[in-house]
């Protein structure tokens, strides 16, 4: 009996496979892609332009502001003040005061008056130099004036009013000599311009501190 030749089994179906490419060896899928998008450039501000610096013109300083006008009337009057104050205390009490009390009165209110008026012209008057020395020689006038105006008010009030014209008839200057004058040694007596250094020292030195804060 005859038999048919022998035929193989068919082989198993494979489901169709991409064709092999040499940038994809296993036959991956690619991912998918994405549409390109431009991104966008950061957020930059302009660049900051200072304006220009101008000088001041030649020969004229810069604004310092404030008033120093108005500072110095200012400080003028608070002066006449307080050393009107002092000669009235330096009256009231010039019977009871020693020659030590009298010198440490006269050098309190010279640092008293410097200190008004110095704060006072640096609020108002800021950063002027003008401002600050008028200050000073305001400061050591009123420490001037406030002892040599209360010596008549007090002859005045030990003797007569008639006796202070009579010295001041005699010689007008009769205050600024008695301030001048050391009354227990006869010569000069160094309080006095001590007094007048600490006022204006005093005056100008707050003047420029004050002013300097004030913006």
Not at 23 to 31: G, M, S
Not at 69 to 84: D, I, M, P, Y
Request: hydrophobic share 40%; charged share 5%.
């Amino acid at each position: 009996m005859s038999q048919p030749p022998f035929q193989p089994p068919p082989p198993p179906h494979q489901p169709p496979q991409s064709p092999y490419t040499p940038y994809n060896p296993y036959n991956q899928p690619a991912p998918p892609q994405q549409p390109f998008m431009n991104p966008a450039p950061p957020f930059q501000a302009p660049p900051f332009q200072q304006p220009p610096f101008q000088q001041p013109p030649f020969g004229q300083r810069p604004n310092a502001g404030g008033n120093p006008v108005g500072a110095v009337f200012l400080g003028f009057v608070v002066s006449v003040v307080v050393s009107g104050v002092y000669s009235g205390i330096n009256l009231a009490t010039y019977k009871e005061q020693s020659l030590t009390v009298a010198n440490a009165l006269y050098l309190g209110h010279a640092l008293l008056n410097g200190a008004i008026v110095g704060c006072l012209v640096g609020l108002v008057g800021r950063r002027s130099n003008g401002a600050r020395i008028g200050a000073a020689v305001i400061a050591a006038l009123g420490a001037f004036f406030g002892y040599t105006n209360s010596l008549p008010l007090i002859i005045a009030d030990a003797q007569t009013p008639s006796v202070v014209g009579d010295l001041l008839s005699d010689d007008p200057f009769f205050p600024a000599k008695a301030w001048w004058s050391s009354e227990a040694h006869g010569g000069v007596d160094w309080y006095s311009p001590l007094g007048l250094v600490l006022a204006a020292a005093a005056a100008w030195g707050l003047a420029y501190v004050v002013g300097n804060r004030r913006r």
